[in-house]
């Protein structure tokens, strides 16, 4: 029986509403959509700059637990049958088993499988205790969940988390993808970071394509999984499917 650490128990809840939109990320191999992120939107459709600057420390623990209840309830309304990343926060987890309660509830109320759910951690988010993450990141594997590295490549501790965290999947930072056909350094960089996972056994994923041109730089260094604008934009509680993808 999995036990409750304090903040589950201390009252505090995220009073702001707030729902989710899902943008796919797309296996260029197998020309399918291989995974939806949900992102966090405001009820009629607002950014998610507008819920996130209303997150504080004392509700940081409440929000990340309301956003995995609510990607994971929205996805099994809308029957996702594909892979459900969704973005954590490792300094709002305190005890692993225990704060993976609710996720795993939601889980089995709506019957969404365990296995095909994949949590996102941010680099941008300050991480000093690497042997906790380590710890939560060895707990939720336990459970049948994937651990993805985001936006890698933005901050300064990427490669301490790579080697420290082996994460299943490293998702490139936009500001690398960005206008990569244009800059020889970033293709430099972008052929470096593939062959690094590529050793180490890592899935690869590049954030932010918004360009043909950038596309093409991208699958000539040989990444496989792509998202970005070019392909689909965000769906307000909806999920774009297969037959509305341009494959290129």
Not at 90 to 107: D, G, K
Not at 180 to 192: H, P
């Amino acid at each position: 029986m999995l036990t409750q650490c304090g903040r589950c128990n201390d009252g505090v809840t995220f009073d702001v509403p707030f729902t989710m939109a899902f943008q796919p990320v797309i296996d260029l191999e197998l020309r399918r959509i291989h995974a939806y992120e949900a992102l966090v939107r405001g009820p009629e459709n607002q950014s998610a700059a507008s819920i996130l600057s209303r997150v504080t420390s004392e509700t940081r623990y409440a929000f990340d637990q309301a956003c995995r209840v609510r990607a994971i309830e929205l996805a099994g309304r809308l029957k996702l049958d594909r892979r459900l990343n969704i973005n954590f926060m490792p300094n709002a987890v305190y005890e692993p088993s225990a704060c993976i309660r609710a996720t795993l509830a939601a889980a089995e109320r709506v019957g969404f499988p365990c296995d095909r759910i994949t949590f996102e951690i941010t680099e941008d988010e300050s991480i000093s205790d690497h042997a906790h993450l380590s710890r939560i990141i060895d707990y939720y594997r336990s459970r049948g969940f994937l651990v993805a590295l985001d936006d890698f490549g933005a901050g300064a501790s990427g490669l301490n988390l790579l080697a420290n965290i082996h994460p299943d999947i490293v998702k490139i930072d936009i500001g690398l993808v960005r206008n990569c056909d244009r800059d020889r350094t970033r293709q430099i960089i972008l052929r470096a970071m593939l062959s690094v996972c590529r050793d180490l056994g890592i899935k690869v994923v590049a954030e932010g394509v918004e360009r043909p041109e950038e596309l093409a730089v991208l699958k000539e260094a040989g990444i496989r999984f792509v998202q970005g604008f070019l392909f689909a934009r965000p769906a307000f509680e909806a999920l774009i499917r297969d037959e509305d993808i341009d494959f290129r």
